[in-house]
């Protein structure tokens, strides 16, 4: 005769595996905004997650190819941030490579990773400024960009309906480095007021910041009261600005509140943890 199961058992049975909990969370968002945002004619895709350095996400056409010769366009995350930026940052990054899918299949792309005039106006269509630095200002389009949510705009509209219908990403990378913390506390998403998933997971969900280790700072620097994320002091008055168009990662330290310009690129420089762009 076989013991009985505790509730705990029961549980652990009902739960998902961790693989099929991510992606059809993955998958649950994708649908949402493409019903939402695009009126359902995004055909489907590949979601993967990939911890490419400095980018949220990217979007590759026809990357896959099936048994039957047939191809589908993949669409990476960078799951790295997952814990440390807001929710609404993590699906910016998917609305921001949905619409890099919906321009290959309906408009007119830029030259390799060029974001054009075609895809900023879709950006802006749909709630979502195109800004190289992801902050106000910022050049509308660019090799390497950013956005931020429009207050009041269709994408925060349909992120409030799919966060208050109880939406969570279930799994968080543990291990997020400094810099991605620090693009946490950059995000636009933290001023944006009166709907869900303006904090990062971590500073939210007590048994997350317990079981996030970021690394490169101590967590006596990074972590306040119930988990708050702050910023680490700054003793030397000096901020490290880095280039967020250079694959070459050109930096230079100057006082804070510079704008600057690359000579080589003619793109903008953000202070190091802000700079992450999207593909």
């Known amino acids: 005769m076989q013991p009985k199961s505790t509730e705990l058992d029961l549980a652990h049975t009902r739960r998902l595996a961790p693989t099929q909990e991510t992606y059809n969370e993955l998958q649950m968002a994708y649908d949402h905004f493409n019903a939402r945002l695009f009126e359902g004619q995004l055909p489907s895709c590949l979601i993967t997650l990939q911890r490419e350095k400095r980018t949220f996400g990217y979007f590759s056409a026809a990357r896959f ?26 699906l910016q990054t998917q609305v921001h490579e949905m619409t890099h899918l919906w321009q290959h299949h309906f408009g007119k792309p830029g030259r390799g990773r060029y974001h054009n005039e075609e895809w900023a106006r879709k950006m802006e269509s749909i709630g979502l400024m195109p800004s190289s630095t992801g902050q106000p200002g910022g050049a509308r389009t660019g090799d390497c960009m950013a956005d931020y949510a429009v207050e009041g705009g269709r994408f925060l509209a349909a992120c409030q309906d799919l966060l208050t219908a109880k939406f969570k990403f279930s799994w968080y990378d543990r291990f997020p480095s400094a810099d991605h913390v620090l693009a946490g506390q950059a995000s636009m998403a933290n001023h944006i007021r009166g709907i869900e998933g303006t904090k990062p997971p971590m500073a939210s969900i007590p048994a997350l910041a317990e079981a996030v280790k970021p690394t490169g700072l101590a967590m006596a620097a990074i972590t306040g009261e119930h988990g708050a994320l702050t910023a680490p002091a700054n003793k030397s008055n000096r901020v490290k600005y880095s280039c967020i168009g250079c694959q070459d990662a050109i930096s230079v330290w100057g006082k804070p509140g510079l704008k600057l310009i690359c000579g080589s690129c003619l793109q903008g420089f953000s202070p190091t943890g802000a700079g992450a762009a999207h593909s």
């Open 65 to 90: 190819a099936s048994v039957d010769g047939s191809t589908t366009d993949e669409i990476a995350m960078n799951p790295t941030y997952f814990a440390v930026v807001p929710i609404i940052e993590t």
